[in-house]
């Protein structure tokens, strides 16, 4: 039973590292540096993707939290040097 327990748990963390996989470190924070709570923002990861969102508080930081589609990048470039 605890194996059970231990490897759903596994899997569940797994998932949730994906969900945010291919999102630069610091972009969403770097989106609302000169932002205020609330403001609109955005941000694009190594595919060149963009996320659009709203600065939110984490911590005593804010960071844009997507809250609308994501817009995928037609033409396949990356950031270079990834």
Not at 17 to 26: K, S
Not at 54 to 64: A, D, P, R, V, W
Request: aromatic content about 8%.
């Amino acid at each position: 039973m605890i194996r059970f327990i231990l490897t759903f748990l596994l899997l569940l963390s797994s998932d949730f590292a994906l969900a945010h996989a291919g999102v630069q470190a610091g972009a969403p924070w770097v989106a609302c540096e000169l932002k205020k709570k609330s403001d609109s923002c955005e941000y694009r990861d190594h595919h060149l993707d963009v996320y659009r969102g709203t600065c939110q508080e984490s911590g005593n930081k804010l960071l844009c939290v997507r809250n609308k589609p994501i817009i995928k990048n037609k033409d396949g470039d990356k950031v270079k040097g990834r």
